[in-house]
C-alpha cells in the first residue's frame, strides 16, 4: 500500500495506523531537518480545546444582534444544533445585507489556516461573501506589508523577488560573506504558506560554512544566525539597523569603493542618495560615528565591514522583522541601496536577499510553478483596508486613511465574518482591539479550538484540522506536490467550511454559484488539473489526477536549477527591466517622493521611531521589548498542545532579558516578571543571558491570553506592542518592538487561557468540563 500524506505549513507528514483506531503523524522520511511541530495535533491534549459543536453566546442567543458587546469574551456560550446555527448566521447576513449593504461585512481571514489549497479557509470565505454580493476586504499581510508596498517602487513585486532569489547552493559555492541584519532564524524558516517539503536552511548554512563563508549578524539577540561555523555577533539598538546600512553606504562613498558604473547603468537616483548619505542634502552625513550613537555599534567596526564587504563576493540579507517596525520600508530599501553601492547586485553569491529563512522556500532551487488555487470569483465591493489597520476601521468608521500616496475612508462594519487567523495573536495592543470588536452588531468565526478569537465571537461554527480533510498541498519552489489524505474523522460535530458555506450559500439563494455542482473530489480533480497546466507549459510531466492521489505524492527535485538573482538584469537591463517605474533599481523613487509622506520619503532614510521622540516616554519605559516568532508553533497555532506547552515555563511564555538590566532590577534567571507600559501588564518567565542586547528584551508572539482578564498570565506582547502603522504610506504592522519596564512579580497569576469557555448545551445544562 502506498504511502498516505498530509501536510501543514511546518512540514509533510506520512500517516501510520498502529492498529488501534488512532492514526499518528510520522515526520515525511524525505525530510534532512523536519520541523516537530504539529506531530501531536491528532493527540488528545489537543483534542480537549477543541470546539465541539455550534455555539451562540447567551446574550447574544437571548436578545438578539449587538446584545451586550461588552460581554464578547466573558460570558457563556450556549451550544445548538448545526440547523439552528446556520438558520441564524444566514439571517443576519440577510438583515445586514438588507439594512445596511454588502459594505458593512467585513470578510476576515489571515490565512495560514490550511497548508491544502482547496480547504484554503481565505478562499473558501471570500468565495463564499463573493457570492453573495461582497465584502469589505484587506490587503497586505502583517508579516511583511511595509516591504510588500515599498519593494515594487524600488525592484519589484515582493512575491516575484522572493521566488526568484539566488539558490543556497549558489551561495554556498561563490558566497564568502554574508552580512545579515537580524539573522537567518532557522525557528521561521520552518514554514511555508502551502507547506514546507524538505527543510533545506539548516543544511544549506552549514554547507556555505563548510565552502567558508563568514558569518556576521547584526541583530540585537545573538541566537538567531547559527551555522555549523563561528558566526561574528555584532549587537544592535532594536529599529536603528538603518543607521548602520547608511554609515556603510558613507564608507563606501568617502573611501572610493562604491560601485559607480552599477550605479550609473543599473540604478536611478543614485546621486540623490549619494547626497543624503553624505550630508548634502539634509546638512547631516551618516558617518559611522552617528550611526553608533544611535545603533550602539561601534564605528571602527563599521569602518572594518565595509572595507571586508568591498573586499571579497558578500551577500547582505534582512529579515522580515526589521520592515514589521515603525518605518519598516527603510531598512528593506536600505539593504538594496547599500548591495547598489557595493556593486554585486546579480552576480552569483552576491547582491541582497530580503529575508533568507523568513520562509523555506526563499533560497531554493526548485521551479517555480503556478500551484491549484480555489478561484474567489468577483468582489463587487470595493473598499479595502490595510490589514493592521482593522482596529482603526471599527473604531472610527468614516475616517479618512492614506495608502500609497492616495486617500480612503472606512467603512462601518456591522459583521464581522472570520475563517481562518486569530486576530487575538497578531494585532497589536490587545486591549484597543478588544474595544474596537464590541462594535459590530454581529461577529462570526469558523473555528478548531477555543481560543480568544473563538472566545469573543458570538457565533462560532466548529470546523475541521487540515488532518482531517482531503486536499492537496502546494507551495510555490518548494519542490513537492502532495495529495493529503484525510488522516482522522472529524471530531465531533465539526464540519470542512465548504461543507458550512455550501449548506449557508443554499440558504441564501446562491448555493449553485458556490460549489458550482462540485463536491470535494470533483473540486480537487478541477484544481490539480491547472497544476496539470502549468507543469506542461514548464515542460514537466505529471501523472493524471487518479495516478497522482494514489501515489500520493509529485516530486520536482529533478528539476532543480542554480539561481542567480538578477543575473539577466544585471548583464543587460535594458533587455530585462524591472517592473519599476524606470526599468531600473531606484533608490530615489518620484513615486512615493510624489506621495509626500513626511515618514516615508523618497529614497532610504533614518526616521526615529515615535516613542523615541517623547523623553518621559523613554524614561519611564526604558528597555525595548522585541517580538519576534515563537520556535515550537506558528504564531498562536497549537499554543495549547505539548510540543508548544514544552517550551513554556509553568504555562508562561520565556522572556530574554540582558544580565545586566535583570541584575539591576533585582531579577534572577527563572523569576516571574512583570513588564508592562501604558497599554497593558503581561506576566512572563525570565530568562537571563548575555545573548541579547543590554537595553532589550525578547519574548515570541502567540501565546493565547483569557479575554477575561485584565492582566495577561501568559506572555503575549502584543497587549504591549502599540496599534500605529509602519508609515501612511504603507500602513503596515510594526509590531517588532515597543518600549516598557519590567520587574519581579510579587504575585503571579495563574494562567488560564488553555481551558474551555462555560458552555451551556441547548437544553439548558451547562457544561462543567
Known amino acids: 500500500m502506498a504511502t498516505r500524506y498530509t501536510a501543514s505549513h511546518w512540514g509533510l507528514y ?139 517602487h ?23 560573506l554574508f552580512v545579515s541584519f537580524g539573522g537567518v532564524p532557522l525557528k521561521n524558516s520552518r514554514v511555508s504558506p502551502g507547506g514546507a517539503g524538505r527543510h533545506r536552511v539548516k543544511e544549506a548554512l552549514a554547507a556555505m560554512a563548510a565552502r567558508g563563508t563568514r558569518f556576521i549578524n547584526i541583530s540585537p539577540v545573538r541566537e538567531n544566525l547559527v551555522t555549523d561555523g563561528d558566526v561574528e555577533w555584532i549587537p544592535i539598538r532594536p529599529n536603528t539597523d538603518i543607521s548602520v546600512m547608511l554609515a556603510l553606504a558613507y564608507q563606501l562613498f568617502m573611501t572610493g569603493q562604491a560601485d559607480e558604473a552599477f550605479l550609473a547603468r543599473c540604478c536611478v537616483g543614485g546621486d540623490a542618495f549619494r547626497d543624503y548619505v553624505l550630508g548634502l542634502s539634509d546638512g547631516t552625513a551618516k558617518t559611522p560615528t552617528w550611526a553608533e550613537t544611535l545603533s550602539g555599534v561601534p564605528a571602527a567596526r563599521i569602518i572594518e565591514l565595509a572595507q571586508e564587504m568591498a573586499g571579497t563576493r558578500t551577500l547582505l540579507n534582512v529579515a522580515w522583522s526589521l520592515q514589521r517596525a515603525e518605518h519598516g520600508e527603510q531598512p528593506f530599501w536600505g539593504i538594496v541601496a547599500l548591495a547598489c553601492v557595493l556593486g554585486q547586485v546579480g552576480l552569483p553569491g552576491g547582491g541582497f536577499g530580503l529575508g533568507y529563512g523568513a520562509m523555506n522556500a526563499i533560497g531554493s532551487p526548485h521551479p517555480r510553478l503556478k500551484g491549484p488555487s480555489l478561484p474567489q470569483g468577483h468582489n463587487p465591493v470595493t473598499t479595502f483596508i490595510p490589514v493592521a489597520r482593522i482596529a482603526d476601521m471599527l473604531l472610527n468608521p468614516g475616517d479618512r486613511f492614506t495608502y500609497e500616496g492616495k486617500t480612503y475612508r472606512y467603512p462601518d462594519i456591522r459583521l464581522i465574518y472570520w475563517a481562518g487567523g486569530n486576530p487575538y495573536h497578531h494585532h497589536q495592543d490587545l486591549a484597543r482591539l478588544r474595544r474596537a470588536w464590541a462594535k459590530p452588531d454581529t461577529i462570526i468565526v469558523h473555528e478548531q479550538f477555543w481560543n480568544a478569537h473563538a472566545r469573543m465571537a458570538d457565533i462560532v461554527l466548529p470546523a475541521t484540522l487540515a488532518a482531517e480533510r482531503n486536499d492537496i498541498a502546494f507551495a510555490t519552489r518548494e519542490g513537492v506536490l502532495v495529495a493529503m489524505h484525510k488522516a482522522a474523522s472529524a471530531h465531533a460535530e465539526a464540519r470542512d467550511d465548504f461543507a458550512i458555506f455550501s449548506d449557508l450559500a443554499g440558504r441564501l439563494g446562491a448555493g449553485a454559484a458556490f460549489t458550482e455542482g462540485l463536491d470535494e473530489r470533483a473540486w480537487l480533480a478541477r484544481l490539480y488539473e491547472t497544476f496539470v497546466a502549468s507543469a506542461e507549459a514548464n515542460g514537466i510531466v505529471v501523472p493524471d489526477f487518479p495516478t497522482f492521489w494514489e501515489r500520493g505524492f509529485i516530486d520536482l527535485a529533478t528539476y ?70 515563537p520556535a515550537r508553533r506558528l504564531h498562536s497555532q497549537l499554543d495549547h498542545a505539548p510540543w508548544s506547552v514544552a517550551g513554556k515555563a509553568g ?16 531579577i534572577a534567571d527563572g523569576d516571574v516578571v512583570e513588564i508592562f507600559n501604558g497599554r497593558g501588564t503581561v506576566q512572563a518567565v525570565a530568562a537571563v543571558s548575555e545573548d541579547i542586547v543590554a537595553g532589550a528584551a525578547r519574548l515570541a508572539t502567540g501565546a493565547w491570553i483569557d479575554p477575561a482578564e485584565d492582566i495577561d498570565a501568559h506572555g503575549n506582547p502584543n497587549v504591549l506592542t502599540a496599534d500605529r502603522p509602519a508609515s501612511s504610506f504603507s500602513q503596515g504592522c510594526a509590531a517588532l518592538s515597543c518600549l516598557v519596564e519590567i520587574r519581579r512579580c510579587a504575585a503571579p497569576l495563574p494562567p488560564t487561557a488553555h481551558k474551555l469557555p462555560p458552555l451551556i448545551h441547548d437544553n439548558g445544562v451547562r457544561n462543567a468540563r
Open 651 to 666: 504555562g508562561r511564555e520565556v522572556v530574554l532579558i540582558n544580565t545586566m538590566d535583570a541584575a539591576a532590577r533585582d
Open 560 to 629: 532543480d536549477h542554480p539561481v542567480v538573482f538578477l543575473d539577466e538584469f544585471r548583464r543587460d537591463p535594458v533587455a530585462h527591466p524591472r517592473p519599476t517605474s524606470s526599468g531600473r533599481i531606484e533608490l530615489f523613487s518620484a513615486t512615493v517622493a510624489a506621495a509626500g509622506a513626511a515618514d516615508c520619503p523618497g529614497h532610504p532614510a533614518w526616521l526615529p521611531p515615535t516613542e523615541w521622540l517623547g523623553a518621559p516616554a523613554a524614561a519611564h519605559w526604558p528597555i525595548h521589548l522585541v517580538s519576534d516568532q
Open 154 to 176: 524600488v525592484v519589484g513585486p515582493i512575491d516575484d523577488l522572493h521566488a526568484e532569489h539566488t539558490s543556497w547552493d549558489v551561495l554556498a559555492a561563490h558566497t564568502r
Open 14 to 152: 506520512e500517516i501510520e495506523e498502529p492498529g488501534n483506531g488512532r492514526p499518528e503523524l510520522r515526520p515525511f522520511s524525505g525530510d534532512p531537518d523536519p520541523s516537530p511541530i504539529g506531530l501531536d495535533q491528532l493527540g488528545n491534549a489537543v483534542a480537549r480545546l477543541r470546539v465541539a459543536r455550534p455555539a451562540i453566546r447567551r446574550s447574544f442567543l437571548e436578545k438578539g444582534p449587538g446584545a451586550r458587546p461588552d460581554q464578547r469574551g466573558r460570558e457563556p456560550f450556549v451550544e445548538v444544533s448545526w440547523e439552528e446555527a446556520l438558520d441564524l448566521v444566514a439571517g443576519e447576513l440577510t438583515r445586514i445585507r438588507a439594512e445596511h449593504g454588502n459594505e458593512a461585512i467585513f470578510g476576515g481571514s489571515y490565512g495560514w489556516s490550511s497548508a491544502g489549497r482547496f480547504h484554503h479557509a481565505q478562499s473558501q470565505v471570500h468565495r463564499f461573501l463573493n457570492t453573495i454580493g461582497g465584502y469589505v476586504r484587506h490587503v497586505d499581510t502583517y508579516s511583511l506589508a511595509a516591504g510588500r508596498v515599498i519593494m515594487p
